[in-house]
């Protein structure tokens, strides 16, 4: 399916930057080449979190894998453009679906891990999806027990598979498929016209002004012309070694991640986040050329590993705090991720603080003289603060139709993302208002209605304070009926039995007589801000 404009395809063709290369023709070109070198490389404590040993493969094992998976989805009657949802924790097996998704003509639907299956349920029908592949348990949640409940609300949903060693009851096994599928077996030749790249790879979410998971259809000229942003700002070595910390969910993992992986040719290393002295024991034990990293524990991680030649790569959500300065002998280059729509890469040069984002046409590398506009950043002058306006050939500006839902572009074929953006000399300091948001977190007062329906409330309000690491932590005040006393400990029970999204889970809970307001009758959120910031409140 091509959601992009004739004319915006024919403008970005004519660009060069947009091409006929899909996804998966770039793993072919390396496996064809080179069949030999390593390509996927699970976490080496992978056998600590779930079932089954780490596992490592070479682009040609890998390709087999991945054609015999895209034959059995062809061969189970999956039509093309079907959407498939997969959320499974970082893990080779999660990346050969991924890639065999796209390689039977389906459209991949990564899921936040955050999710539970409630969110899980509503975005999968807002997607029309048709299938779902759930990952093995993980941090103490059975994904694919939640993965089977999700079907059994869905009659659309005909198939749920499960990866790794142990799949729960009523599950496809995706390990058995393939140790039973012929060693021949691929995917009838698929039938796109006019051109493979055009069409929708991937749908990744986001959220509408109202608050319901929103998916953005990318194509696979999309994802490569975002991929090659960091790709270009890097300056890769041959078939470099990739850590990569984020799961294949949203611009980091795919975008920063798993993109410049298959433009390279390099090996890609799965990291399971637990720890900062983990992420550098692993960088360190495979010499890596490049890792990813949460910006604000950057230096943290600089300090703690050994292996000089590794390429710093901090990355900065709307979400995140504002960087500190930090003074690198390593080459650093810093990510700011617009939402799901664009990510601009710079090169710190030296800098100990991020290099400012320049309005217009953002070119990689940047520091070269022409090199090819990837995004063009402008701003949304009357709201305020200023909000992001993107376009280009990265800039995914369509929605999946299924959703009925339009992504808010001008005249000129700006996305607006209404993401307010910092100022500072030179350009813009980064993307988002530290304080003011959180990830995977809905609007506000929809958390007000979950929070205030515990039994025993007279009412509830979720606010965020700011925190240096997380950019913004979710508390909750709540106010318990006359002659009450607040069960907090009932209340994150209840929590859990409502299916909350992981980021809807309070980080900690007061307990007021009364909320504080403003004249208007409202919430005063900052009032309850300032409560915390003062110490003066019970905190449970």
């Known amino acids: 399916m091509i959601l992009t404009p004739i004319k915006t395809i024919e403008t970005h063709q004519q660009s060069g930057i947009w091409g006929r290369v899909t996804l998966d023709a770039l793993f072919r070109k390396t496996a064809a080449a080179h069949p030999d070198r390593v390509a996927l490389v699970d976490a080496p404590d992978r056998a600590d979190l779930m079932s089954g040993a780490p596992r490592s493969l070479t682009y040609a094992e890998a390709d087999a894998e991945i054609s015999r998976l895209a034959g059995f989805f062809s061969a189970v009657g999956l039509a093309q453009d079907s959407v498939v949802g997969l959320q499974s924790p970082n893990t080779v097996d999660a990346v050969l679906a991924f890639l065999a998704v796209l390689r039977a003509g389906l459209v991949v639907a990564p899921l936040p891990l955050h999710w539970r299956q409630k969110n899980v349920l509503e975005a999968m029908s807002r997607a029309g999806a048709r299938a779902l592949i759930a990952g093995e348990s993980f941090g103490g949640r059975n994904i694919g027990h939640e993965a089977r409940d999700t079907a059994a609300e869905m009659f659309s949903l005909r198939f749920v598979f499960g990866l790794g060693p142990e799949v729960a009851d009523g599950l496809i096994e995706i390990d058995e498929v393939l140790r ?48 090659l942003m960091p790709y270009l700002e890097l300056g890769l070595p041959q078939a470099p070694r990739i850590v990569v910390p984020y799961a294949l969910t949203a611009m980091a993992g795919i975008g920063a991640g798993v993109v410049p992986w298959l433009l390279s040719g390099g090996t890609l290393h799965l990291h399971q986040p637990r720890s900062l002295r983990q992420l550098a024991a692993h960088a360190d034990a495979v010499e ?9 524990v950057m230096p943290a991680l600089d300090r703690r590993m050994e292996h000089e030649g590794c390429q710093l790569v901090p990355v900065w959500s709307a979400h995140a705090p504002a960087a500190a300065p930090h003074q690198s002998a390593r080459t650093v280059t810093d990510i700011h991720i617009a939402d799901e729509f664009a990510m601009i890469a710079r090169s710190r040069a030296g800098s100990a603080l991020p290099r400012p984002l320049p309005l217009g046409r953002v070119a990689s590398p940047s520091q070269a003289q022409s090199g090819p506009a990837l995004v063009d950043l402008a701003l949304d ?59 995977g977190l809905p609007a506000l007062p929809s958390l007000d209605a979950l929070f205030g329906a515990f039994p025993g409330l007279k009412e509830a309000a979720a606010f965020l304070v700011e925190d240096g690491i997380l950019g913004a932590r979710l508390y909750a005040a709540l106010v318990p009926q006359r002659g009450l006393m607040l069960d907090v400990e009932g209340f994150f029970a209840y929590l859990d039995a409502e299916c909350a999204g992981l980021a809807e889970i309070p980080h900690r809970v007061l307990s007021l007589s009364a909320l504080p307001r403003r004249e208007n009758g409202t919430v005063d959120r900052a009032a309850l801000v300032a409560r915390v910031d003062r110490g003066q409140a019970a905190v449970a």
């Not at 055009?198 to 696979?220: K, M, N, Q, Y």
């Not at 890596?288 to 604000?296: E, F, R, S, Y």
């Not at 808010?408 to 209404?418: E, F, R």
């Open 180 to 227: 039973e599928a012929p060693a021949d077996m691929a995917p009838p030749p698929a039938r796109r016209d006019p051109n493979a790249a055009d069409h929708v790879a991937s749908l990744t979410w986001t959220h509408s002004t109202s608050g319901e998971p929103l998916p953005i259809a990318r194509s696979h000229n999309h994802w490569i012309a975002a991929g």
């Open 288 to 296: 890596a050329d490049m890792v990813l990293v949460p910006g604000t």
């Open 381 to 439: 002058t009357e709201a305020q603060p200023n909000t992001l306006k993107v376009r280009g050939p990265m800039v995914a500006d369509s929605a999946w139709p299924a959703c009925k839902v339009r992504v808010p572009t001008d005249k000129a074929g700006y996305v607006d993302t209404l993401i307010p953006v910092r100022h500072c000399d030179g350009g813009l300091a980064g993307f988002g208002q530290p304080g003011t948001t959180a990830a």
